[in-house]
């Protein structure tokens, strides 16, 4: 019994792997998607009119439609050199928007940054954020601005939690915080040790699967898969 039981508990395990394996590649092609739409759109020559301070709205009118044509459910926002909000895709809540880029998504690094779960800081609701920093086609070194675009957090627990299994998506970084957990209290009952990884013991009835680590834009993000071992 328990060498039948130890090897329908192995196979389990092998099947969580390749779970939350698959979990994890679904959320790096979904970001990466969002990541090169959005260093698409830093380089269309609307753009340009930053510096101007968009007195036609031809950027505004851009992100809109952007908005609209990708589906996108969360927002975007152009800001110029001096970290001022000169077009959203929330223009009719304008009077609510700060109006200075907020501290979170101000970044030196020249290419693209992910900021991950958040608060908005211009509306209400937890999002993950992409930025990247906006270049004048006229001098690829002279920046003009930055570009930002949210997505609802909510929209990444949909497509990372399923019914047959309960899942948790960590952050093994230098932050260490566990990002998402479904359903609830999964964490305290697995064991909050063993989630992390720190302790294999199988006390805890409970057969975990993690997905491979890997670079990029979420490299320090990990997915757990979890069911109970009876």
Known sequence: YSGVRASIIEADEAALNQLADLKYRQLVNLIQALATDLSAWSKLDVMNDLPSGDVDKRVTSTLEELKGHYGLTGDIYAFDAAGRLLASTRAEHGAALRSAIPAEWQHREPGLVLVDKEDDPMTSGEIMA??????????????????????????????????ESGTVLLD???????????????????????????????????????????????????????????
């Open 172 to 230: 093994v970084g230098e932050r260490r915080r566990i990002l998402a957990a479904n359903p609830a209290g999964i964490v305290t009952r697995i064991g909050p040790a063993r989630v992390w990884g720190q302790d294999d013991a199988s006390r805890s009835g409970f057969v975990l699967g993690r997905s491979v680590p890997r670079s990029g834009l979420i490299g320090s993000w990990q997915v757990v898969t979890s069911q109970d071992s009876n």
């Open 130 to 163: 992409l930025d990247i920093p906006v270049f004048a086609r006229f001098d690829p070194g002279y920046r003009i601005g930055t570009l930002v675009m949210t997505y609802p957090w909510a929209s990444i627990e949909k497509q990372l939690f399923s019914l």
